[in-house]
Structure formats: structure tokens, C-alpha cells
T-cell receptor
């Protein structure tokens, strides 16, 4: 079965510093992953994705790194801002069904 | 206006009651999904639909049913609610692969907080 694990339930960083959120996976069909961000009382919103043809994808302050040999991906936020405080989910996707397989989420707190 | 809306946003009900959660979307997407979120478990897929005539079970469909009344509407029913169905419920939509650059992105509604006493 496709599985995604986020082993750190929470992370606290100082404003301006780097936030690194980690995700491990098994049995991915296509090594294509997405990160979602969720604020309280709102649905998850798409943040950034990465496909197997790349080992890095960058969008402004957000960069996702993919290490296929280690079956590991990470999201870097630089510099972190208080508005980044949210729950972050990594997700694998079953291309055939469109089903997203989510990790448990990591709650990021960025302190001013 | 929001692209994906859910009603109600909050609901408290008693064990054994029938509950319907509704989802509407204005994105024109064919695919719609229902997820539930429990603390520490991420989001789990309940049901999904690729078009009006298509309904598929997800990981945790027991105790739930769905209806795809139109392309824009996908409702989730709990025929006889039980306390362990207390959770956050999210509806999501997406395009089929190949229809746009962001076909793998799912767009989520704001969620419904359901409490079953």
C-alpha cells in the first residue's frame, strides 16, 4: 500500500529562520508528491508539488526536495514568517484514481 | 465567492440520527471527493466520484453513503450516526489527468465539523 508518514507532529521556529518539514513514503506509484497547508477552520490548500523527474522544486520562499533513494521529501520555508503557522500535509497521489494519500500532518508555529 | 462550499459548517447530532453533509463546487471539475480528518491521522478518503454516474468507495466508507446529484454537487450521508464519526469532513474537487496543468491538485472546501453525541 502507498503510505506517507510525517513523524514530527509539531515544529516551532523563530521568525526569519528556516523551517524544514519532513515526509517519508513507501510504495509510491509515480514519485509525485504534493504539499498542502491548512489553517484552522479552513480546508487544506495546495502549496507546492514535485515530480520524479526533479529533485527540487522552488516557489518563492517554499522549496521541496525529493530524495528518491531514501524515499524522503522535505519542505523548506525560508525565511519563515508568522503567517506560515499552520498544519502542513505531504501527500502522495494515485494517478489512476486521483486519490491523495496524506501524511498525519506537522503543525508549524513561527514565533515573532 | 468560494469555489468549493460545504454546508453545514458545524453540526451537533445524537447517535442514531441521519445526517447529510453537502458540497457544491463552481470550478467545473468532474472529480469530487469526501475526506474525514481525525487528530493525528491526516485525511482519509471516504468516497470519490469521477462523474455523475460514477461512485467509488475510499478507505473508510463503512457507515457512509454518497450521492452525486449533478456535476457540481456531491453529498455525504451518515444513515445512523455514531460517536466515532465525530470528525472534520472535507469535500474536494479536481480535474481528470490531462485537462489542465494542475490536474493533480485537489481543491478543498472549508470543512464541516460534525459532533455525534
Amino acid at each position: 500500500d502507498q503510505q506517507v508518514k510525517q513523524n514530527s507532529p509539531s515544529l516551532s521556529v523563530q521568525e526569519g529562520r528556516i523551517s524544514i518539514l519532513n515526509c517519508d513514503y513507501t510504495n509510491s506509484m509515480f514519485d509525485y508528491f504534493l504539499w498542502y497547508k491548512k489553517y484552522p477552520a479552513e480546508g487544506p490548500t495546495f502549496l507546492i508539488s514535485i515530480s520524479s523527474i526533479k529533485d527540487k522544486n522552488e516557489d518563492g520562499r517554499f522549496t521541496v526536495f525529493l530524495n528518491k533513494s531514501a524515499k524522503h521529501l522535505s519542505l523548506h520555508i525560508v525565511p519563515s514568517q508568522p503567517g506560515d503557522s499552520a498544519v502542513y500535509f505531504c501527500a502522495d497521489i494515485n494517478i489512476n484514481t486521483g486519490k491523495l494519500i496524506f501524511g498525519q500532518g506537522t503543525t508549524l508555529q513561527v514565533k515573532p | 465567492d468560494a469555489d468549493v462550499t460545504q454546508t453545514p459548517r458545524n453540526r451537533i447530532t445524537k447517535t442514531g440520527k441521519r445526517i447529510m453533509l453537502e458540497c457544491s463546487q463552481t470550478k467545473g471539475h468532474d472529480r469530487m471527493y469526501w475526506y474525514r480528518q481525525d487528530p493525528g491521522l491526516g485525511l482519509q478518503l471516504i468516497y470519490y466520484s469521477f462523474d455523475v454516474k460514477d461512485i467509488n468507495k475510499g478507505e473508510i466508507s463503512d457507515g457512509y453513503s454518497v450521492s452525486r446529484q449533478a456535476q457540481a454537487k456531491f453529498s455525504l450521508s451518515l444513515e445512523s450516526a455514531i460517536p466515532n464519526q465525530t470528525a472534520l469532513y472535507f469535500c474536494a474537487t479536481s480535474d481528470p489527468p490531462g485537462t489542465s496543468e494542475s490536474t493533480d491538485t485537489q481543491y478543498f472546501g472549508p470543512g464541516t465539523r460534525l459532533t455525534v453525541l
